[in-house]
């Protein structure tokens, strides 16, 4: 499936980082245009995490059970494969973006394999970059949450759909956005327990922003989808709850989820005291509080950035995707979280517009669609915001920063003592975001509580926990092997 | 527990695929040999066996398995055919894989 | 006008911090005055190193070897908070000539009172067992430490804070209160500051600060990049580096310089360091800075080969054209002190910079001659005509 394996320079005339619904429809739409077009992609195999399904060697997934939108998936896909057999499309699955820079030229990007291989990856120099590296689920900590068997909602759909199987028996699926029902009814389709959807928000806080969703009426339809599989495996899908505390049993090196302690809230996240009650014999906890878009390419890349209506930090782009970089293009979840419809869109988009070389070309198409979507994604957001009450669910002993272990005491100790109130200092001071994953897992969190419980964070606190230099763990003797620049 | 978890990796999803080739890959974790269905993550493969940690913390020895199952929090890592810190949730197993993974923290046994 | 103080430090890196933290136990009032928050500048994106290994014989070894004893010392009670672990320092020789050279310096040392001994290749295996099989030799200094450079900073100003001392964050100083040709403080984004002493602790900016007193300090920024690796067990055990690493501190070309110096942390992350280059203050990431870094660090410890970096930081290293640092009294500005240019040891440095400069604002005399540092050697005259006039007017 890979188009090379060397360590190389591949040339393009437009570079696209992710093969999700964006970057497919951004590699089909710039091929299309005319223009030479190499994808690169973390996975084995095109989808991302939308459309992410079974090994294709091994199963062949015909009629996209437990998919949304398969159909837009194989037209894209047709496209895309009959674009590589044209020779316009080079595809460079299994490789991970370590760096992109930018000098007069364009772009160039380089890589890494995503799993261990003999050899590093190449690099690939394009005129225009097109990224959509989408994003993943929004954390919360919570005491518990670092347990085996809790995980983040999207990881038990992506469980399920890469592997065909489910991650355990019964689940509770907890934080808020409407991905929580599509997670839900997925495990319940598949054979898994759904004890219960916890869902922070109220349905209430829908209707003032029902004008804009009608506007999509595919939603509509999506929705009464999971109603009925709710129904038909009596989900319970409760509002206004949160899970206050994950329990598990067993010694503390084999300790493992057991139930889950739950509370109603009021509309600021605050417990309201009598409320608690728990479900027990739980082996899985999915958490996800919205998305967080992949920023760390565009920031590098000096994009430009601002605050959504969901309070993540995205890339500003204009009416042909565009960013603040000239040549720069960015596409999906890092202009906004909007789902894959708006995805494909703004792939399209992107596409068309970065395979054009006058910058004064034609508009891009599907404008008021895409306009219509933000609409809906941003109603969905101001429904579903992340309760403002949180960090009152903390103990001090709560893990905050998985991999280096912080915990919620040292980081209020390093607010309260050493002046920290950004992502940047509670890094410095407490090393919370330091570990493997570099923050991306612990960063909103360590951002709201650097802030203290009064507001959300800023623009600049999230654009400091989304400043990774090394955008995946490269090999040192992959740096070793890099050949000199040539300045 | 490993009956358990062996029902919901056999639910539905799975046994109805059509063509779905029947064989199994056997691999080793810790030198246990345990079987697994081509194609399947390695976290699939050992959560399919009850096995849902594999990993202690290097400060607090807390056990750790698959967590946001995307290759994002490195939640997940063990060590394949020698290659250490892979992540469980992206290494797809294959026939006579070995695997292990760090269950006491920080030994210095690997090089 | 805000409250009135003796002592006004702008910055609130390591410098300033240690100058806040022994000017408070002098008994002096102290206002700190910082354009963010504690160690948001070179402070934050160093190594935390404390060496005497590196050091040349001259006055800034007399300066490490005090802010060594102030270290033990006057700031022993607090080693935990900053992590503070005497680790030592390894110089490792892969090649006969830079063996012969290390051992002329090892003898330079031991004479000035260095702690240092002689490894041959068996006893520098077993201090290090991961050591490239090319090394030939090395040199331990027992007395090389280090410490988590950011939490030095933000614990000695909270300390400070504590005994009295008051930190205003978000403040950058936009010019001096004059009378005459004395500074009586500063203006500021939040008002002004007077003081009958303000102390320049800015480091890489000094030089910048220095001009608004219309004084000439001789401040330059040089680049260093520091990669980190995946956490490990521990693999690395002391601060290690190659013999050229002492060549390279002194050295003044401009070009791109890397030295491997290969250290294992509390954390279980490997640091890789540093390269040094003179580009001003351009952030752009270099490739060629990275791969110098990887191929330094395989060759001193083969096995990194095979481990992952999963981060590098850069920042910029304050130094003066002679390589001192810049301490004490401004005659050309009286009331203006400083206390900057440290170059790559400011953090081992500032224990002892701060107690020195602490002494002599409170009228007392130095326990260590700090004239070799002085102002006074970069020209009596101030900078610009146009100041000179203001300030006579």
Known sequence: MNDTTTGRTERADVAIVGAGPAGLAAAVAAAESGAAVVLVDAAAQPGGQFWRHRPEGIVQERDGRGHHGW???????????AGRERGQITYLPGLQVWMAEKDDAGFTLRTTPTVAGPVGGPAVAARRLILSPGGYDRQLPVPGWDLPGVMAAGGIQAFLKGNGSLPGRRFVIAGTGPFLLPVAAGIAEAGGQVVAVLESSSPAAWLPHLGAAAGVPEKALEGAEYAAVFARHRIPYRTRNVVTEVLGSGSRGSSRVTAVRSAKVDAK???RPGTERGYADVDVVGFGWGFTPQMELPLSLGAETRLDADGSLVGVVNERQESSVPGLFLAGEVTGVGGA?????????????????????????GLHAMARHRRFAEAMHRAHPVPAGWQEWLTPATVVCRCEEVTAGQITEAREMLEARDARTIKSFTRAGMGWCQGRVCGFAAACLGQGPAAPPSAESLSSAARRPLAAPVGIGELAALEPSDS | MSTKAQRGAGGPAAAEQPGSPQETVTISFDGRPLTAAPGQSIGSALVAQGIVAWRSTRKGARPRGLFCGIGICFDCLLTVDGATNQRACLVEVCEGMQIEGSCTPDDGSRA | MNQTSDVIIIGAGVIGAATAYFATQQGLTVTVLDKGLPASGTSSACEGNILVSDKELGPELELTRYSLGVWHGDLAEHKKLWEFESKGGIIVASRESSLTSLERVMAAQASYGVVVEKLDPDALRQAEPNITPDALGGASYPEDCQVQPMLVAAHLVRLATEAGARFVADTAVTGFLRAGKRVTGVTTTRGDFAAGAVVNCTGTWAGELAALAGVDVPVLPRRGFVMVTEPLPP????KVYAAEYIDNVGSSDAGLQASPVVEGTPSGSILIGSTRERVGFDRTVSIDALRLLAQNATALFPFLAEVKAIRHYHGFRPYCPDHLPVIGHDERAPGLWHAAGHEGAGIGL????????????????????VSPFTPARFGEQARNTSHREEATA
Do not use: I, N, W
């Not at chain 1, 194989?74 to 494969?81: E, I």
């Not at chain 1, 869109?345 to 508009?363: N, P, S, T, Y």
């Open chain 3, 235 to 238: 693999m690395v055990h002391h």
């Open chain 3, 350 to 369: 500032s224990a002892g910079t701060g107690k020195l400069l602490a002494q002599a604002l409170a009228g007392m005399t130095p326990d260590l001659d």
């Open chain 1, 269 to 271: 996240g605050k417990v």
């Open chain 1, 341 to 365: 419809k708006l995805a494909v869109l703004e792939g399209l988009a992107a596409g068309a517009a970065a395979a054009v070389r006058d910058d004064a070309a034609r508009a891009a198409p």
């Open chain 1, 71 to 81: 159909k837009t998936y194989l037209d894209l896909r047709a496209r895309f494969d």
